[in-house]
């Protein structure tokens, strides 16, 4: 089935035309197979006469290289391919061509980086933007409106209330991920002490994601389709996160999240690896926590994004990469960079200067998982280079689903429930807002998590446990 026809062949549901092709052609190799069957003993093999231009894909996306990201979209994919007569195009992971039915050679792609991510992982091609008025008359806010000048501008009272974003349905919602933002302005500037990821939670720059795991908490809270909300009242919030970390002073005492600086989560609600694509909000936290003397910013991420490569944090941004075993992160982890991209980031990132830790999470008990995870923990090792083994440290979480998200999975992605809803070794917790919250049972769990490390242990005796639960 071509991949350009996935839309019209599956019909009446280009929802779940889109759950395959981001399941499938996102994590696949794809080898495009020609000419006549092979059974036909004695037949000589056709050549495939597909009709198509005499350009080059690197011509074609050079004459169609817009002024915004959207070279790095699906669609652009796909007018590749239909502009090539082709049902596919070339596969590109990490800067090296794997399969180049067109003969281009790296030069030709070299100035178009991130079509390679584009191609493989087609992530966002924004169509539509809810803007809140406050939000369009700041510098950011203009800075993200030029990036994506062909998108649609909606107006809105609040990033918060956009019905038909929080009301979709949950089986289109993976679209409003690739083809929506929401541009608002972040009103209140607390910080939450926190004392596990970090020691504090920053006020967000952005709320929403543009990956969808089917575990994902913030969805729970606010609606399935959740797209990047960014923030465009990015000094306040920087100059509110100056001001807290001054008021603080020197940290006192070391504790498990740092021995030395306070430590500030960035993205609770997102991944800012992904909204690094969208904005420069990233970049200037990064800057923020280079100039501050005691305190880190820190964030947990399941996107490979090469530009934070160029940030210079100086040691003062810690990236946790967020890993599972590979077949379990492509069932449950859609939409984010493969396992494998992930773990070959992390050499790159310490090179870069940033302070590079894991974050196992969420730990899912099926059939076999000491096995998959055993065998990651040794990937690791095999890749991690000694002096980011030096220092690392990992968080375990074990997986909390919850019955509402449960419902909403069942409707668009009813395998990952398999994994996810499992009554026979979960109970029920209530929330503090009342909601059903399933964890595995106790005593089970507690068992399970000493396995769980006594495997780290085994496997990778450097790595210290920040906190697992
Ligand atoms: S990366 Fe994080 S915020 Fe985004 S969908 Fe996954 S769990 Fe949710």
């Keep these: 089935m071509p991949v350009v026809r996935w839309h019209d062949l599956i019909t009446g549901s280009p929802t779940l035309a889109d759950a395959n092709l981001d399941r499938l052609v996102h994590n696949a190799h794809r080898i495009q197979l020609r000419g006549d069957i092979l059974r036909r003993n004695g037949h000589p093999r056709e050549t495939a006469t597909r009709p198509r231009t005499n350009a080059t894909p690197a011509e ?13 979209s699906t669609g652009a994919w796909q007018r590749l391919a239909e502009a090539t007569g082709q049902d596919q195009c070339w596969l590109v992971s990490q800067g090296r061509i ?12 070299g100035d178009y980086g991130p079509i390679s991510r584009g191609m493989t992982a087609p992530l966002l091609d924004i169509r539509r933007i809810y803007l809140e008025p406050a939000a369009a008359g700041l510098p950011r806010g203009r800075q993200v409106l030029d990036r994506f000048p062909a998108a649609e501008r909606i107006p809105v009272q609040s990033h918060w209330r956009i019905p038909e974003l929080r009301e979709g349905d949950p089986e289109d919602f993976l679209r409003p991920k690739r083809e ?72 006192a005492a070391p504790n498990q999240v740092d021995p030395r600086d306070w430590v500030y989560d960035l993205g609770e609600n997102g991944d800012l690896s992904v ?17 501050l003397p005691n305190a880190k910013g820190s964030f947990a991420t399941k996107w490979v994004n090469p530009d934070l490569l160029g940030y210079d944090p100086q040691g003062r941004t810690r990236i946790r990469m967020s890993l599972m075993p ?21 050499p790159d990132l310490h090179r870069a200067g940033y302070e590079v830790q894991v974050n196992f999470s969420p730990v899912v008990l099926r059939e076999g998982w000491e096995a998959e995870w055993g065998a ?47 009554p026979d070794i979960q109970e029920e917790k209530r929330s503090e807002t009342g909601a059903a919250n399933l964890r595995y049972r106790t005593g089970w769990k507690g068992r399970w998590l000493q396995r769980f490390r006594d495997l780290l242990a085994a496997r990778m005796p450097y790595c210290r446990v920040r906190y697992a639960f």
Excluded: Q
């Design 60 to 72: 074609i996306m050079r004459n169609r290289r817009p002024t915004s990201p959207e070279y790095a």
């Design 275 to 291: 909204d690094a694509l969208v904005s420069d909000n990233v970049r200037d936290l990064v800057a923020l926590f280079r100039s």
């Design 98 to 109: 794997l399969h180049d039915p067109f003969g281009t050679s790296l030069d030709d792609i």
């Design 376 to 422: 990651l923990f040794e990937e690791l090792d095999a890749t991690l280079p000694a002096a980011v083994k030096d220092r690392l440290a990992a968080e375990i979480i074990m997986l909390t689903h919850n019955a509402a998200l449960h419902e909403v999975n069942l409707a668009w992605h009813p395998k990952a429930e398999e994994v996810l809803w499992r």
């Design 326 to 346: 590979h077949g379990l992160a492509k069932l449950l982890d859609i939409r984010a960079a493969p396992v494998a991209e992930r773990i070959a980031a992390l």
């Design 180 to 251: 929506v933002l929401v541009l608002g302005v972040k009103k209140g500037l607390a910080f939450r002490p926190n004392g596990r990821s970090a020691d504090f939670i920053a006020p967000s720059t952005s709320n929403g994601c543009a990956i969808a795991c089917a575990y994902c908490y913030v969805a729970r809270r606010k609606g399935h389709a959740n797209p990047i909300s960014v923030f465009a009242n990015i000094e306040e919030i920087l100059a509110a996160t100056a001001r807290h970390a001054a008021t603080l002073g020197p940290k």
